[in-house]
C-alpha cells in the first residue's frame, strides 16, 4: 500500500520542508530584490568586425553639461546717467533708454503708431468723453514681487500732479487738468476738463511702486535712492551698476524672473542681458565699436549718420525721426500781409524744388545717401494718420512756370489795394522782400539758401512784372529760439518736435488758438485747419479721426499753410549677428525696443 504511494509521500514532504524553509528566510530579514524598470531595447548599426582588441579597464568619469551661455547685448549710449525713473526720463535721453525696458506705462505704442493696452486690460470712454474707466491687469508683479495695483497708479498720478514735482512743466501742467480715482484696486477712473481723444497716449508714462516709494513726496523724489535702484514690472529689471569715479559708466539689465511668469514673458526675449555702456561723446563711441566693445547704437543727429554707415562692424536700420523739418510763414506781420493770401504760400509752393533741397543739402556720400528724405505732410510717415497723394487728392508740385503766374495775379491784386489805399500808381512794381531766419546749422543754412535761390529766379521768368527780393538771415541758436518764439521774423525754418508722443494731434502747432502764446509760431489762422484738429480731438472713440485728419492734411496742401521741407532719418546701427530687429514708428528713441521680444543673437 505505501510502496503504491511512495513518490507522492515523497513529493509532499519537498513541498513542506521548502515552505518552512521559506518562512524562516521571511523572519530573518532578508529582503528580495527590487523591481526595476525595463529598459526597450535599442536598435543598433552592425559594426564592421575586427579582430578582438584588449584595453585597459577606465574608471568612469562623470560628464558634467556646461552651463548655457548668457547672451549679453551691450549698446552705447552718449551722456549720462541721472534718474533711471520714468517720471524724469523726458529731461534725459540717456535716461529715457534705460527706464523703457524696466518700467511701463497703462498704455504702449506698436509699430504703426497705434496705442494699445500694457499695464491696462482695457478702457471705456463715457458719452460725453470726460472719463475714462481703465481696467487693470491682475497677474503683474514688480520685479521685487508685490503685485500691482491701481494704489500704484493713484500715487503715480498724484507725484505728477503735485505742485513740487521737480519734473518737466508739461506734464505736470497736463496731469493737473485730470482727477483720478481708485474704484477699486484693479479698475481706475480718469476725468479729464475736456475731451481729448490723445488721452490714452497720455497714458503711456511709467508707473512707480507705492510700496517701495511710500511716503516719499514730489518733492523728494529727485534726489530718492529708488532713482538709482529701480523697481518696475518691465521686461527687464536692474541687475548691477559700474560707477567709476563717481560717474555711472555701466548698467546693466536682465530679463525680470518676474516678468518671465507672465503670458508674454513665456516666450521670446532671447537677449538675456543688455549692458548699456555710456560714454561722454560720439567719438568716444566711435573708437568703442572699432574695438569690438559694442553692438548698438542709436542716434537721431543727422551729422553721426555718416560715421556709423561707414562703420563695418555694425549694419544700420533706418527709421524717422519724429521731426518734421518747415518753412512757416508769419501771418502776423504787417511788411509780409500777403502771406495771409493763400494764393501766395500757394505759389511759393509751387516755385519750390523740395527734391532738390534736399539732395543739395542733406546728401552725405560717407552716409550712401541723404541724412534726410522729403517731407510731404505735417504728419509723421508711418502714422496711422498719416496720408498724402491720392489717398486724400492733394499734392506738392513743382511748377515754376505756373508759380510765376501767380505770383503775377497776386502782385497786380496788391498793386490795386495799394492804388485805393495810398493813391500809387497802379503799375507800380510789386516787390515780394522777406528774410528766412534759421540758426548757424550748416545743413540749414544751405536750405535756407537754396529755398532763397529758387524764389528769386521766379521774377526772372517771361511775363512778369513783379520783383522777388528773398534773404537769408543767419542767428545762433540762442537768437533763434527768442525770435521764433516772440514772432520776430518773416519766414523761419523751424524742426517741429513730436518727440515722447505717438498720437499725431498736431493741434499745439496749427491750431489758431494757440497764438501767440502756444507753438503756431507764424500765427497760422485758417478756420478749416482748427476745425479738423478740434474734430479729431474731441472723436474719443476713434469712428471719424482718420477722416478728421485727412481733411486737415487736405487742406494744408491745398492751402499751403506752411511747407513741409524734410524729415531727419534715425540710424540704428546694431552687430549683423543681431536679428530679429525691425524698426517701425518712432514717437522716442526707445521705441526702437519695440520688437525686443523678438530679438536674438547668434
Not at 500694457?118 to 475714462?132: C, I, M, R, T
Not at 553692438?295 to 551729422?303: I, L, P, T
Amino acid at each position: 500500500m505505501l510502496k503504491t504511494y511512495r513518490w507522492q509521500i515523497i513529493a509532499l514532504l519537498v513541498s513542506i520542508i521548502l515552505f518552512g524553509v521559506a518562512i524562516v528566510l521571511r523572519f530573518s530579514g532578508t529582503e528580495s530584490p527590487s523591481l526595476q524598470p525595463t529598459t526597450p531595447p535599442i536598435a543598433q548599426q552592425p559594426e564592421t568586425t575586427s579582430e578582438p582588441t584588449t584595453s585597459p579597464t577606465s574608471t568612469p568619469q562623470l560628464i558634467q553639461q556646461s552651463p548655457p551661455t548668457v547672451i549679453t547685448y551691450r549698446e552705447g549710449l552718449a551722456g549720462e546717467v541721472k534718474r533711471l525713473n520714468p517720471l524724469f526720463a523726458d529731461l534725459n535721453p540717456v535716461d529715457a533708454d534705460i527706464t523703457a525696458l524696466i518700467f511701463e506705462g497703462l498704455t504702449r505704442v506698436n509699430a504703426f503708431g497705434e496705442i494699445e493696452p500694457a499695464l491696462a486690460k482695457n478702457w471705456l470712454v463715457s458719452f460725453d468723453g470726460l472719463e475714462y474707466v481703465v481696467q487693470l491687469r491682475d497677474d503683474v508683479l514688480w520685479h521685487d514681487g508685490v503685485p500691482f495695483t491701481a494704489q500704484d497708479v493713484v500715487y503715480t498720478i498724484d507725484l505728477l500732479q503735485s505742485p513740487d514735482f521737480p519734473g518737466s512743466d508739461q506734464l505736470n501742467t497736463f496731469w493737473r487738468t485730470v482727477e483720478v480715482q481708485a474704484i477699486d484696486p484693479y479698475l481706475i477712473r480718469f476725468r479729464l476738463a475736456q475731451p481729448l481723444a490723445s488721452f490714452p497716449d497720455a497714458l503711456r508714462i511709467g508707473i512707480l511702486p507705492y510700496h517701495a516709494l511710500e511716503g516719499t513726496t514730489a518733492a523728494q523724489l529727485a534726489n530718492h535712492p529708488f532713482n538709482l535702484d529701480p523697481i518696475g514690472t518691465g521686461a527687464y529689471q536692474l541687475e548691477g551698476l559700474h560707477i567709476d569715479d563717481g560717474t555711472i559708466k555701466q548698467v546693466d539689465l536682465r530679463v525680470a524672473p518676474n516678468f518671465r511668469l507672465r503670458p508674454e514673458g513665456q516666450t521670446g526675449y532671447a537677449l538675456e542681458r543688455i549692458s548699456f555702456r555710456i560714454y561722454d561723446t560720439f567719438d568716444a563711441i566711435l573708437t568703442a565699436i572699432s574695438a569690438g566693445e559694442l553692438d548698438a547704437y542709436a542716434s537721431n543727429n543727422r551729422y553721426e549718420r555718416p560715421a556709423l554707415m561707414g562703420q563695418t562692424r555694425l549694419i544700420p536700420y533706418t527709421g524717422y525721426e519724429p521731426t518734421i523739418g518747415f518753412l512757416v510763414f508769419n501771418w502776423d506781420r504787417a511788411n509780409v500781409s500777403y502771406f495771409k493770401e493763400a494764393r501766395v504760400r500757394q505759389a511759393l509752393a509751387l516755385g519750390l524744388n523740395r527734391d532738390s533741397i534736399i539732395e543739395r543739402n542733406f546728401f552725405d556720400p560717407q552716409a550712401g545717401g541723404n541724412v534726410a528724405v522729403v517731407a510731404n505732410s505735417p504728419l509723421l510717415p508711418l502714422s496711422w494718420a498719416y496720408s498724402y497723394g491720392d489717398d486724400i487728392n492733394a499734392y506738392w508740385v513743382y511748377d515754376p512756370f505756373r508759380a510765376a503766374t501767380e505770383l503775377q495775379t497776386a502782385s497786380e491784386r496788391i498793386a490795386r489795394a495799394n492804388q485805393r489805399q495810398n493813391e500809387t500808381d497802379a503799375t507800380e512794381l510789386v516787390s515780394f522782400t522777406f528774410a528766412i531766419l534759421t540758426r548757424d546749422d550748416p545743413a540749414l543754412v544751405g536750405v535756407a539758401q537754396e529755398i532763397a535761390a529758387q524764389w528769386n529766379q521766379l521774377s526772372t521768368l517771361p511775363d512778369t512784372t513783379f520783383q522777388m527780393n528773398i534773404t537769408v538771415d543767419v542767428v545762433d541758436a540762442e537768437t533763434y529760439y527768442t525770435r521764433l518764439t516772440s514772432g520776430d521774423f518773416d519766414t523761419v525754418l523751424v524742426e517741429l518736435s513730436q518727440e515722447g508722443n505717438a498720437d499725431p494731434d498736431v493741434y499745439a502747432f496749427w491750431h489758431q488758438g494757440q497764438y501767440p502764446n502756444g507753438q503756431n509760431y507764424g500765427g497760422a489762422n485758417d478756420t478749416a485747419i482748427s476745425q479738423a484738429l478740434e474734430l479729431a480731438r474731441q472723436d474719443v472713440n476713434g469712428t471719424n479721426r482718420a477722416i478728421h485728419y485727412n481733411n486737415f492734411q487736405r487742406a494744408f496742401i491745398e492751402r499751403a499753410v506752411a511747407l513741409p521741407l524734410y524729415i531727419p532719418l534715425f540710424t540704428y546701427a546694431v552687430n549683423p549677428d543681431v536679428t530679429g530687429i525691425q524698426i517701425g514708428f518712432i514717437g522716442a528713441s526707445s521705441d526702437r525696443f519695440m520688437t525686443i521680444r523678438d530679438w536674438r543673437m547668434e
